[in-house]
Structure formats: C-alpha cells, structure tokens
C-alpha cells in the first residue's frame, strides 16, 4: 500500500452532548462505534465539560481526541469502511461546506443509530461531531478537498 492516497491528518476531534436525560455509559458506548477494535481507550483523550443549555438544563460535553498517527490513521481507514455508499456520496456532494479554510474537515454522525452500532451520517440535532484536521500540501482548503475526495472515493491503495 502507497502513501498516496491515504488520508492523513494531525488529530482527530470527536464532540458530542450528554443530556441529562441520557446514560453517559450509552453516549460512551455510541461513540465507541466510531472506533476501531484496535485502538485502546488509553490512546484517546477524553474530557467532560458541564455546561448548561438554551433553558438552565444541565448538558455534558463529551470531547474526544485523537493525536497519534497510528491511531489516526487506523480509525480512518476504519471510519471509511464503516461508510455507507450513500453516505460517501453526500459527503463528496457536500465537500466544499464540510472543509474550511483552516484545512479541517467537519462530519456529523447520528448519535441515536450510533447507540444501535450504526453509522450513519446526520445533519440532525443529535449527532455526534467528527473534525478531523487533515494534513495537505500546500495548505490550503483546495488540496484538502481534493485529498478527503480522494481517500473517500477509496482511491488510497
């Protein structure tokens, strides 16, 4: 396998909210859909900020990172097996508002299918947020698309 098409980034972002009406050990066990078998919970760092909503009820906020490249680059290859089709082409349809300027590309995925083991991206309220800051050469917002086209197309081998 070449380095060409691989996707390759500095760190991966995962956020998402913890109701008061929600198990935290479900919403933990949604995001673990997104990750590989192979990448312990020691390599992840969590943090959990308390915060309040729009109406004084109490929210967590769940962030996740990813900053090793191993890691990284096992739950993309991981992440783009677990893509649907469909979903793959919404994306590629939607590229250009997915990617900003700073080079990073933003997914959201749907937090109630992920609780069943499903991905399944979401534009939704309820949803789990995926910023991976891809790295490109030169940096700008273009040769990251191209790069996110590439490695969702599947042309990586």
């Excluded at 308390?50 to 680059?73: C, M, Q, W």
């Excluded at 793959?88 to 749907?110: M, N, P, Q, S």
Aim: aromatic share 8%.
């Amino acid at each position: 396998m070449t380095m060409k098409g691989r996707l390759q980034a500095h760190n991966i972002r995962i956020r998402t909210f913890i109701h008061a009406t929600e198990d935290p050990e479900k919403v933990l066990e949604a995001l673990e859909t997104l990750f590989p078998e192979d990448i312990s919970p020691k390599d992840v760092e969590f943090e959990i900020i308390e915060t309040e909503g729009y109406f004084g009820n109490p929210i967590l906020v769940l962030d996740a990172e990813l900053k090793h490249s191993r890691n990284i680059r096992k739950f993309l290859e991981n992440l783009r097996n677990l893509l649907s089709e469909e979903d793959k082409k919404y994306l590629l349809e939607h590229i250009e508002e997915k990617v900003d300027e700073t080079g990073t590309f933003y997914i959201r995925f749907d937090k109630q299918k992920a609780y069943l083991g499903e991905v399944k991206v979401s534009e939704g309220e309820d949803v789990i947020h995926l910023r991976i800051k891809v790295k490109a050469f030169p940096m700008r917002k273009e040769s990251v698309v191209e790069a996110v086209k590439k490695w969702l197309e599947g042309e990586m081998e």
